[in-house]
């Protein structure tokens, strides 16, 4: 497929860019600046501010496909108004599904965010945003696939693994949810489709809601020397871990997500035993152990 992916050069626009390419398809690169990534220069790049109606009509014509990731959101540093993440989240969102409505565009996938709510100025962005594309849907039967994304801001190492218990998700098994949607979307695997993107660890439901008392047993038994890991490396354990039932994105999408706390926990020991240091690591890092 021609697919335009807009954001493409933000953290989670790379990595989905990546996935696109390696999976054979053409790529169009949208963004307000290009991404530094060498891996990426084969891709096509537009210059496009998503309020800019001119911007994206064109960044959107003779697309087979859209994924629509560019926005802002309150996690920005440095922060951004409130004023800027509506305009951008919303004006740019209805700026975007026009653009295909107009060109005929029949599978897209939208980012949306477990933030989803009436709680500030970006949640309510996302409310807006998923509305939007239930209109498109109506007015054209397109399949769309709004996709409630966890977080995936880039982060220090060891706080991207404690983080993974919680409301965290590695950028890979964002991008392959958001690849295999499109892929989806495209065979109208369904109409309008929504489902949470986040981790799965695996383990039990006691172990999920009792993790304070259970869980250091329970990553020791999934990787020998777990314990004294999170003890030297101070890895705060929180009192239950986030686990959500995906079983739906499984049936419709064929995906389930890769990287839990048990694989951050192989890695960290990995470079324990090799002596490296990874207090300056930032996730996603460029180093050949990367995740």
Known sequence: MNVLVTGASGNGGQAVCRALLQAGHKVRMADVIPSAATDLRTAEFVRCDTRTV????????????????????CAHQPPVSDDTIFAVNVDGTYNVLEACRQEGIRSIVYASSMAYGWGSVYSVSKVIGEDLCRSYHEMTGASIAMLRYHEFIPRPYLEFGSRLLRNGVDRRDIASATVM?????????????????????????????????????????????????????????PAQVEQHDMTEAR???????????????????????LGLDVTGLIVPSELPQDL
């Not at 001119?54 to 959101?73: E, F, N, P, T, Y």
């Not at 694989?263 to 324990?272: A, G, I, M, S």
């Open 54 to 73: 001119s911007d994206v009509r064109q960044a959107v014509k003779g697309m087979d496909g859209v994924i629509h990731l560019a926005a802002w959101h």
């Open 181 to 237: 949607s499109l892929a989806a979307a495209d065979r109208q695997a369904f109409k309008l489709f929504r489902t949470i993107v986040h981790t799965d660890h695996g383990m039990p439901e006691q172990v999920k809601n009792h993790f304070a008392q259970l869980g250091r047993e329970w990553c020791e038994q999934q990787v020998p020397g777990a314990s004294a890991l999170i003890d030297k490396y101070e890895i705060a354990l």
């Open 251 to 273: 049936n419709f999408l064929g995906w389930q997500p890769r990287i839990g706390f048990v694989d951050f926990l192989k890695d960290l020991k990995r470079r324990d035993e």
